[in-house]
């Protein structure tokens, strides 16, 4: 996530090549947080951090 949102990646450039792989579930999950979207369920196909999790590591890998 930190290096989508340093490198400002395209959701969906990197969804459409995320399904050659088969992880397009994967790639949404990940865009979540990034839209502040930071509610976990059990039916994502990753576990992502909390909110103050997520901050916690931007601001340690200089992140804005």
């Known amino acids: 996530m930190l290096l989508i949102e340093t ?3 395209d ?3 990197l969804i459409e090549t ?3 792989y088969d992880l ?3 790639v949404k999950a990940l865009y979540r947080p990034l839209q502040d979207d ?3 369920t059990d039916d994502l196909p990753v576990i992502l ?3 103050d999790e997520y901050m916690a590591l931007k ?3 200089g992140v804005s």
Do not use: F, N
């Open 18 to 20: 995320a399904q050659w």
């Open 59 to 61: 601001e340690q890998y």
């Open 11 to 13: 959701q969906e450039a």
């Open 24 to 26: 397009e579930p994967t």
């Open 7 to 9: 490198q400002d990646i």
């Open 49 to 51: 951090p909390k909110k």
């Open 38 to 40: 930071y509610d976990r």
